[in-house]
C-alpha cells in the first residue's frame, strides 16, 4: 500500500521565478516545471524529487478577487533543514531577516519573511 504524503502547495505570488530563485539559492532546491498555468498565468514549480511548491502569478492579481488570486493566503511553510546555522547565513546574505528564533523539544527553528509578505518556517532536528 502507498503511503500518502503532501505532493505540493500551489501559492500565489508575484513573481515565480524570482521567489523560485530564492529557494534554489538559499535551500538547494530545484526547478522541476515553469509554464503556461490556470487563466493564461504563469507558474514555476520549484522542490525536489517528492514534494514541491507551484508558484503561481495571475495575469492581473488584481482582476479577482478569488483565492488562486490573492498572494500570501497562509500562516507559514514549515521547510526542514540540516543545517540551521548554514541556511540562515544564506537567507541573510539574501537580504532577509529571520526572526522568532525558538529552540525547544524537537528541534531548533526561526522564521523569515520573503517577497509577497509569505513567512517560512525553517526547522532543523539536529541539535
Request: proline fraction near 6%.
Amino acid at each position: 500500500m502507498q503511503q500518502t504524503y503532501l505532493e505540493h502547495t500551489n501559492l500565489t505570488v508575484s513573481n515565480p521565478d524570482q521567489f523560485a530563485e530564492l529557494l534554489c539559492r538559499v535551500l538547494g532546491w530545484r526547478i522541476r516545471w515553469s509554464g503556461p498555468a490556470l487563466n493564461d498565468g504563469y507558474t514555476v514549480h520549484v522542490g525536489g524529487d517528492q514534494s514541491y511548491l507551484a508558484l503561481y502569478a495571475p495575469v492581473d492579481p488584481t482582476d479577482n478577487p478569488n483565492s488562486q488570486r490573492n498572494t500570501g493566503n497562509l500562516n507559514h511553510l514549515g521547510i526542514v533543514v540540516n543545517d540551521l546555522d548554514a541556511i540562515e547565513v544564506k537567507i541573510r546574505a539574501a537580504g532577509l531577516i529571520p526572526f522568532n528564533y525558538r529552540d525547544y523539544e524537537p528541534g531548533r527553528r526561526f522564521y523569515v519573511k520573503t517577497t509577497d509578505d509569505i513567512e517560512l518556517e525553517l526547522i532543523s532536528y539536529n541539535k
